[in-house]
T-cell receptor, first 116, second 116 residues
Framework: SAVISQKPSRDICQRGTSLTIQCQVD?????MFWYRQQPGQSLTLIAT?????????ESGFVIDKFPISRPNLTFSTLTVSNMSPEDSSIYLC?????????????FGPGTRLTVL | AQSVTQLDSHVSVSEGTPVLLRCNYS??????LFWYVQHPNKGLQLLLK??????LVKGINGFEAEFKKSETSFHLTKPSAHMSDAAEYFCVVRAKGTGTASKLTFGTGTRLQVTL
């Protein structure tokens, strides 16, 4: 399986500020994704991070709120902008398209965000 | 369109007894199916996956699942529960042949409690 790291692992932020979360993979992967897991809930896909082009957002998520970068095949960032308490969640990075893994996605450890 | 229903939000078993976590899916195409486990304050770990090979899939830590197309089910089982199995379990479906990124649809999760 892929080794995926996320920074920070957790943070407590003030309302109105922004936080950038980093995701690093130990090898090149075709696909990178960002998910949100609200307290006590399942995972919801925010967007697909496309290398060299704009991310593809799911319904209900917009670029102004969740800008995403993917400068290469091993790294991506998600920014949570102008945060409110409703943004308090775990944000998870996942990767797919790893050689030999078929359509399996592997997940990072997540970033636990609390907005006051 | 695809969806997945986890029939139990919470399951409690005694250590050493069998585990059954139920999952039903709906998919317009032949699906790939996954079970992931999430331990408290940890990321998601892949338990097993079905991708149209053998219908009985064996995973890590003694878990297995059987794909039953006629019942549209993919229940997760383990013959004997261990205290370390206590966690949240997610059934996940991905439709094949969509021509899009590897979009996963998550169930709402089943919390497994293991008692002495």
């Amino acid at each position: 399986s892929a080794v995926i790291s996320q920074k920070p692992s957790r943070d407590i932020c003030q309302r109105g500020t922004s936080l950038t979360i980093q995701c690093q993979v130990d090898s090149q992967v075709t696909m990178m994704f960002w998910y949100r897991q609200q307290p006590g809930q399942s995972l919801t896909l925010i967007a697909t991070a496309n290398q060299g082009s704009e991310a593809t957002y799911e319904s209900g998520f917009v670029i102004d709120k969740f800008p995403i970068s993917r400068p290469n095949l091993t790294f991506s960032t998600l920014t949570v902008s102008n945060m409110s308490p409703e943004d308090s969640s775990i944000y998870l990075c996942s990767v797919g398209g790893r050689q030999g893994a078929g359509d399996t996605q592997y997940f990072g450890p997540g970033t636990r965000l609390t907005v006051l | 369109a695809q969806s997945v229903t986890q029939l139990d939000s919470h399951v409690s078993v005694s250590e050493g007894t069998p585990v059954l976590l139920r999952c039903n899916y709906s998919s317009s195409y032949s699906p790939s199916l996954f079970w992931y486990v999430q331990h408290p304050n940890k990321g998601l770990q892949l338990l097993l996956k079905y991708t149209s090979a053998a219908t009985l899939v064996k995973g890590i830590n003694g878990f297995e699942a059987e794909f039953k197309k006629s019942e549209t089910s993919f229940h997760l089982t383990k013959p004997s529960a261990h205290m370390s199995d206590a966690a949240e379990y997610f059934c996940v479906v991905r439709a094949k042949g969509t021509g899009t990124a590897s979009k996963l649809t998550f169930g709402t999760g089943t919390r497994l409690q293991v008692t002495l």
